[in-house]
């Protein structure tokens, strides 16, 4: 298995809801990543996770809460966004942190926040 | 932090090679380039990295200047398949990897 699989494919949320997105891979990557992507825009970095243990946290609202239950699971919980937060999100995985080369990314989940 | 600074957007004919410049006056000598590319509502794809030697595989070529200063992608002959935005992206010394705006190219029949 060489992909990184991302669920749902699409969501729509109200301002007041809790949602999480969800992100696995089976490569035996002990790196993983969310990335958020706007229309037209570059993907930006929101997280990062070695070993299962948050390494790096883009300044990201705490709206967002990031979960690593483990190695192979990278959830993304969501609750009280804003319109704003619509966007492409983005998971990949890495062997390590370093090998960026070695990025793999799922397809990601489009967030409509309504 | 180094930045990259790519055209926008670029056309190219199919079958004809697209060269893909990218410009980072500011690397660092140990900043690796790296190239990704984004077909439509996919996510990203690695294409290709160096440091200081040409290289190549079986997607695509990279040409880094002497000076380090710029690089550019080459993708020798190119399909339809190849329309995307490609990123030119440079790790850097915090080993965080930040994508500038890529250049969106389109193969054009």
């Known amino acids: 298995d060489t992909e990184v699989t991302q669920t749902p494919k699409h969501l729509v949320m109200g301002m007041t809801n809790k949602k999480s997105l969800k992100c696995e891979q089976h490569?035996?990557?002990?790196?993983m990543y969310w990335y958020k992507q706007k229309a037209k825009k570059p993907p930006e970095l929101m997280f990062v996770?070695?070993?299962?243990?948050?390494?790096i946290n883009e300044s990201v609202p705490s709206r967002f809460s990031p979960e690593c239950p483990n190695s192979s699971l990278l959830n993304l919980h969501l609750h009280a966004l804003q319109p704003e937060d619509s966007a492409l999100y983005l998971c990949?995985?890495?062997?390590?942190?370093?090998?960026?080369?070695?990025?793999?990314f799922g397809s990601g989940t489009r967030l409509t926040v309504v | 932090d180094a930045k990259t600074t790519q055209p926008p957007s670029m056309d190219c004919a199919e079958g004809r090679a697209a060269n893909l410049p990218c410009n980072h006056s500011?690397?660092?000598?140990?900043?690796?380039v790296y190239w990704y590319r984004q077909i439509h509502s996919q996510g990203p794809q690695y294409i290709i990295h160096?440091?200081?030697n040409n290289e190549t595989n079986e997607m695509a070529s990279l040409i880094i200047t002497e000076d380090r200063k710029s690089s550019t992608l080459i993708l020798p002959h190119a399909t339809l398949r190849d329309t995307a935005v490609y990123y030119c992206?440079?790790?850097?010394?915090?080993?965080?990897?930040?994508f500038g705006t890529g250049t969106s190219l389109t193969v054009i029949p």
């Open positions: 990949a995985s890495s062997q390590e942190v370093r090998a960026f080369y070695g990025y793999t």
């Open positions: 490569m035996g990557h002990r790196a």
């Open positions: 996770y070695s070993y299962e243990k948050l390494s």
């Open positions: 500011t690397i660092s000598g140990n900043e690796y």
């Open positions: 160096g440091l200081k």
């Open positions: 992206i440079l790790q850097n010394t915090g080993n965080q990897f930040y």
